[in-house]
């Protein structure tokens, strides 16, 4: 089974799908993000790596329209993308959240079939209710969001309400929803938080799989191991700069890439671990 459908397929190997270049995001006198440029291409898997406040999120909503970068641009396969969320879903990003953001009381399934309203004719008022004439529509958007269900792990749980599902399957949700919109390319923000480590390695197999499908990704994390078995290339960001890009080994011994992580003890201020507003 293939994730990706025909559309959304990518033309030829190693194509540039994303191309972010100088993107600034300022927050009154802070400078969460600065100038930090990043290039991802067709079958990718990149990671996003850095302490916490270093602007990763922050980063990621700029890519996705969720934030309008103070400065800077976002191409995707070639063309500007204007800042906002529908028409970014539209190009093929997708995203999942650090915190999880799921329809509580909706189904798996159904939450995996709103994702799936933006690729459709009806919308999802008209979906809801049920008129007859979208109902072939609404069976074609039952049975892949069955599939993608399955796709990620969870073809069990199609009936399971969204809040009763175990932690490490509403991130697998999460997936399954951002999948449903037919990306090209998608951005995982923390996919292994609060994950133990053979729901960890399950969700490494998943990346994987969702990349042989045709995919890119983009990675946040900061468990490292992780990091470093799953990317081809990662990308270090302290204080809202690109520290250094490189393949996973060079990031890894890179002795400023530990300095930033463990501090030099004299100008860190504590930081909490889930930053408050780092998400809207
Ligand atoms: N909406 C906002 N308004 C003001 N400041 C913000 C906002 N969002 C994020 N910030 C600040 O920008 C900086 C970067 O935050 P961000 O959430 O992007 O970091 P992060 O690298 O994702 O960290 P973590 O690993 O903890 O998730 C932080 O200092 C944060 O407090
Ligand atoms: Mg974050």
Known sequence: MTVVEDAARPQAAGETVLEATGVTMRFGGLLAVNDVNLTVREGEIVGLIGPNGAGKTTFFNCLTGLYKPTSGQVRFSGTPLPPKPRAVVRAGMARTFQ????????????????????????????????????????????????????????????????????????????????????????????????????????????????????????????????????????????????????????????????EAYIGTGEDDDEVEDDVPGGEV
């Open 99 to 258: 915190n999880i953001r799921l329809f509580a009381n909706m189904t798996a399934l159904e939450n995996v079939m709103v994702g799936r309203y933006c690729r459709t004719s009806a919308g999802a008022l008209t979906s809801v209710l049920h008129g007859p004439k979208f109902r072939r529509e609404e069976e074609a958007t039952r049975a892949r969001a069955q599939e993608l269900l399955e796709f990620v792990g969870l073809g069990r749980s199609a009936e399971h309400l969204a809040r009763n599902m175990p932690y490490g399957d509403q991130r697998r949700l999460e997936i399954a929803r951002a999948l449903a919109t037919d990306p090209k390319l998608i951005l995982l923000d923390e996919p292994t938080a609060g994950m133990n480590p053979q729901e960890t390695r399950q969700a490494s197999d998943l990346i994987f799989k969702i990349r042989d499908s045709g995919l890119s990704v983009v990675v946040i994390e900061h468990d490292m191991r992780f990091i470093f078995n799953l990317c081809d290339r990662v990308l270090c960001l302290v204080r809202g700069e690109a520290l250094i890009e490189g393949t996973p080994e060079e990031v890894q011994s890179d002795p400023r890439v530990i």
